[in-house]
């Protein structure tokens, strides 16, 4: 059984950085086949996908985080990470970590497990 476990959240101002972390722990192989992301959801607004990783090391970004957000993993810590970098107030929403051993497929990724959630607050 897969289980993750999110952390860095908090309360930052625009413009501001913050980097979220999900420990990965349960799966015996590691990273191996697992894809990995991160996904938000804001009060009153629908859960949106905003970045993955495979096993491989390929990457998608959400538009609205290109070049702001980086996701990253530690294999050696089985952590995965999202740096986030000039934040914007449409930025503040609650954090998930996901995994599942399907890769995204036409823009479009459907884990099976997730995290409880970091909560991210961006003041203006």
């Known amino acids: 059984q897969v289980q993750l476990v999110e952390s860095g959240g908090g309360s930052v101002q625009a413009g501001g950085s913050l980097r979220l972390s999900c420990a990965l722990s349960g799966y015996a192989s590691s990273w191996y086949y697992i894809t990995m992301g991160w996904f938000r959801q804001a009060p009153g607004k629908e859960r949106e996908g905003v970045t993955t990783i495979t096993t491989d090391g390929a990457t998608t970004y959400a538009d609205s985080v290109k070049g702001r957000f980086t996701i990253s993993k530690d294999n050696a810590k089985n952590t995965l990470y999202l740096q986030m970098n000039m934040l914007k107030s449409e930025d503040a929403a609650m954090y998930y970590c996901?995994?599942?051993?399907?890769?995204?497929?036409?823009?479009?990724?459907?884990?099976?497990?997730w995290g409880q959630g970091t909560q991210v607050t961006v003041s203006s």
């Open positions: 996901a995994a599942d051993f399907t890769r995204p497929s036409g823009g479009a990724w459907y884990p099976k497990y």
